[in-house]
Structures are given as structure tokens and as C-alpha cells.
């Protein structure tokens, strides 16, 4: 089986402009709102947004997983001080990822 | 199954079910599909029109032969003529080798077309690469197509045409499996192999073969959480450790290899509950929930990737000069500590600086695009290649910081790369020019990219997309460079030329 390319981000920006609720609402808007089908519509939007929200967060995952390898891989013999040993590791660590 | 015929359209039958079948040319098994939804209608029945990547080869006379998968049964044989109809219809590769179309209708080179004794090799490989993993703790074992190819009947499948294995991990949490693949990708390299990584959770292992060729094995990274296996690419499903360890055994091919415990839940993981009957067209449907899981968890590395890699395995055209953007560059630029040419595609660029006397890098991707610079660079000590995905951040800081440390003034270019490049990988771009130019010894920034699609075709060769050049330099300020020139020239002289922009920008001091 071959491998898949995943979105590099979710459409999370889209949906954020669409409904600012509340402020310059219509008395009719309102009472659309307020029907049944504009609550389904209003949820179904709602539960977009979040599902989106959900996949920003999980892709924080493989950011912390990289960024703590690089941590415990450089950062810490950086500490050490020794010019020549750093230079010879991000040598090293660059071949390996 | 009725009123089936073939011409150079394609496929009609009449089926009130679906169903799969495989079409053969002169006896030999070209293509599988499911009538239904791989079809469309047409009249009252269906068509599986010859897919994109089949009709080149469609000239010439053969016969062709639909069998229904599941039952054997013929329903189509006759000599048909496509094109021209001279010679025989031959589906072959550039080396002469029979081809098939995969599930996905990609072109392959099938099992069905190998003796025995040319799968050893692939046997050989699995070993191999079983062997080294266990060398760095990890248990693997056959997986996808090669698991069930051994578990259905002891071979591998003859429309399969690359071998797959996996591991379980004994840790539960996204961020340290990840950790771990990290690992094991590091302690592979040490042992001498190259991989190329999929997603934070997969990568491929090349295996090379006795007679040199290279040989790709998949790695697919699971592990444990709630009560459910997670494995890429495909799997989430209610599922328990009992069901994986302690690992058993398969054979394939004669030879014995490790498998899951229960080899049945893993392949109805897989392949759903009917995995015994053969489907040579079968689709991977995983429910939204997993994708979504797996997308957001370890994907999103190889955004665009699979264009590049197609581009760049076809067979290369002779190497190209370099380019007006660098001959320009180099008019404004003096002695530098070091050159980078981000995106450096076949790599002309920076074996035109280093012929200059500059000590050069090309950083692309794809290494096939350097590979022939590169070749060509071996006695030039000045310039060296490396592979540089910006969607990896552990790739993009570890460069950035050794560019960083050289001495000197230093010059980073990137021709058409923020016009083939989305947001996410523009700002790691960003974010390793800031590494890089920010220091003491100075440097600058020079981009091209196009900003007019003229009725040349220019857009269309060299793969981009316009841009907005206030959009570009609104996120290079953003990461704090500060533009020093910006001018929209004609690509030629022709009319309706399209048109690129220049811009030069600095870092002027470290603000972290």
C-alpha cells in the first residue's frame, strides 16, 4: 500500500468571519434563529468550527514530538559548552532527520 | 453480468450488483476495477473508461480478456484493434519491463510478471530490514498487502507490487510514538540506510539489492490508545495487545516471517471482515474519524510532495545553465562566506556560484533533482547538496543553525519557490533565512517568483502559481526583514510575457 499526504491545516481560518452572531442581528434574523432548522444550522456550524479547533490541537503533536528531539539531541550538549563536539553533533543530527 | 464489450473507450457490461473484474491483455492481467464505482453509466449499463494512465499504450491489436474476480468466470474474450492496430499492444516501462495498474491505477511493475527466484531479492529485503529494526527494539511484522498475501495463501499477491511491514509501539501517546520514529529513523541511518519519511508515524526504508537496484520498503508506525490500534495509514479500530504480542509467524514465498497473533482481527482491521476473497481493486475507506485522527496526529509533512517526486522520476532532461536570477544576483554580490539556494531543483544555480568560487549548498527535497549536479560536483570542493523538507522543522532548524554558524557574509536565494510553496512551508522558510542572515557576518535575502500569468506558458513549466508580491513581503516583514528592492520584470520579450517579481531583503540584527 502506498502512504497519504494530510492537509497541512484544517480549514479552521475559513469559518472563524462567517457568523458574528449576536450584535447587528435583525428581529427577523432573530427569530430565524431561534426556529429549529436555524438551531440544526447553527449547531452543524458550531460542530465544524470545533472539529476543526480539534485538529489544530492534535497537530500540535508531532510539533512538541520535533521540537523535544531536538532539545534532548542538541540543546542539551550545547550546555557542555565544547565548540568543537557541537559542530561535529549538528553535523551529525542534520544527517539524521 | 451481461453485454460486455471493449473498445478503445473502454469497458461496458450491464450488472444489476457490483462487482470486480480484471481485464487481460494477451493472457496477461493489466487492470482490476469495480465495475460500479470505478464506472459511470452509460445507457443501461456502465463504463470503466481506459484510465489516464493506460491509453498511451493502446495502439496496436490484443486480446483482451474480462473475467469476473470472485468467480473466475469469463464474460469478455475477443481480438480487439486500438489505434492504429499495428503490432501487438505492448504495456511496458521505459526499461522494457511488463506493467500493470495498480489499485490506485498507478503504473507498477506487478508480482504476477516475476519468477520466484526475482522475488527472492524483495525476500531478502523484508529480512533485512525486519532484522534491523529488531536491532534497534523494535518488533515488526508483515503488514497490508504482503500480510495478506502470506496469511490467504502463503504467497505474495500477484497484482501487489511492493512489500509493507509494521510495528506496534509499547508506548500510547502521539507525541512519544512520534519521539520514537524519530529514533528509529536515527539509529537506521547509523546502520547505513537511507529512508525517506511519509508522515511523523511512516517512512521507507531503501533496501539495496545484489544488483544495485534500490528497493523502497514501507514502514507503518502504530500504537496503542483507549482501547484501539492506531497504524498507519489506515487503521483505528477497537483492538487488543493480546491481538499483536507476543508476535507468531507467516509464510511467504516458503520463507518463515513474524506476523501479529491474530492475524485474522488484524487483516479484518485492514481489509474488513471479507478478506479472504480476492479484490484486486480494493479501496482503503477508513471511517472520517480515523483519517481525521491520523491526518492530525503525524500527516501534513509531504504537503504537494507526490507532483515533485512524479516530476522528477521521469527520466531527467539535460542539465540546464544557469539561470538570469543568478547571473544577476551574482552581479550585486561580492566575495560570500556561503551561498544557499533553497529549492535548488537540478541545482544549476549553485554549481554556477561555486564555479564563481563560492562556497555553495543546494537544499531541495527531492534528492533526484540534485543528483546529477551533485555527480558532476564531486571534484568541485566548493558545492555540496543536501535534502531539505521545510515542512520539517528538526530539518529546517538543524541547517538554519549550521548555516548560521559559518563565517562570513552569506547570500540565500530561492527561485520559484514561494510561487510552488503554500504558507506553512513559506514561514519555515522565513524562519531559516532569519537563522541564517541574521548574524554577524550579514547577508541577504534574494526571491523570484511569478506575479503574471502571460499567455506563454511559462507558469505551466516551471509548476508555480502567482503570487501577490504585498502579500510575500507583508510575511517577510512579519518575520522581521525589512525589503531593500522590489521590481516586477518580463520573463522575455514576447507579448504576453509573464512577469516575475524580484525582491532583495535583510535581517539586521538577532531578535531571537
Redesign the interface.
Known sequence: ??????????GAEKSGAKSRAGKNDSGLVARLRSTRAGEALDLRRRVRRL?AE??E???L??????????VTE?LLPVAARDEEKL?VL??K????? | MSGVSVDGQGVRARARNEAVLDVFFDGRRIVSFWLQRDGVRDGDGWLFAWPKTLREFLDGTTEVRVVVTRTGQEVFRDEIAFGSGRGRVAVVNQNGQPISLDK?L?RVVAFDTRTSAELEPMLDAIDEVIAALREVGIEAFLA??TLLGAVRGGKVIGNDS?A?VAYVSHLTH???V??ES?RI??EL??LGYRITR???L?FKVDVEEADGTIRGL?V?GGFMMNGHLYL???IGDPFQESWIFPLGTTTLEGRTFPAPADTDRLLTAMYGASWRIPDPAFH?EPPATTV???????????????RWDRIYSRVLKKMPGPSPFIQWVASMEGALGTYVDVGCGRGADALYMSERGEPSLGLDFQPRAFAEAQSRSTDNGLVTY?PLNL?????V???G??VA?RPGRTVVTARHLVDAT?K??RDRLWRMCRMMLAGEGGGKLYLEFLVKDGSDGYAGKHRVRRRKPAKIVAELEQWGAKIEHRETIAVSDVPGASKVCRLIAEWRAVDG
Open positions: 500500500m502506498g502512504e497519504k499526504s494530510g492537509p497541512e491545516k484544517s472539529e480539534v485538529q490541537c492534535r497537530a503533536n508531532i510539533r512538541l514530538a520535533e521540537l523535544t528531539d531536538i542538541l559542530a549538528l553535523e543530527y542534520r544527517q539524521s532527520v | 490506485y498507478r497490508y498487502g511492493d509493507d502521539p507525541v512519544d512520534i519521539r524519530f529513523q536515527r541511518i547509523q511519509y508522515s511523523a511512516a514501507d507503518f498507519m495509514g489506515e482503503f481525521r485522527r491520523l491526518n492530525g496526529w503525524f500527516r501534513g509533512l509531504r504537503v504537494g510532495r507526490a543536501w515542512l520539517e522543522i528538526r530539518q532548524l538543524a541547517t543553525a549550521i554558524r503554500k506553512p512551508a
